[in-house]
């Protein structure tokens, strides 16, 4: 079964793509900010996608995706921002920007180009 992370420090946020991806099948991780990610990553955890918000405490997701583009075994992995604050994402860093709201559609849709 694929592995996705969801970090946001929105708790609805979290909820929603919890349950639609877990009803598409997918394990879904959970962060509520770019520090729990991290550490999720450094556990050796293998993620089809990240999928993260920018604007968090703690460690936010632009941190999150130098992260992963710094670790020589996930540098590969997908990640996708999800924000309200497109701007504040820093260029190459993702491989998709969603501006919030979004539509799980059009998450689902770039998952499965995935495949």
Known sequence: MD???VIDDDEAVINFASKMLC???YEVKVA???EEGIELLKHNFRFKVVI???R???KNGNQVAKYIRDAQKIRDTPIFAMTGFP???EDGLFDTILTKPIKMKEVISLIN???
């Open 87 to 89: 701007e504040d994402a």
């Open 23 to 25: 009803h598409l099948g």
């Open 32 to 34: 509520h900010d770019g």
């Open 113 to 115: 180009t995935l495949s």
């Open 52 to 54: 993260t918000d920018i």
């Open 3 to 5: 592995k996705i992370l």
């Open 56 to 58: 968090m405490p703690r």
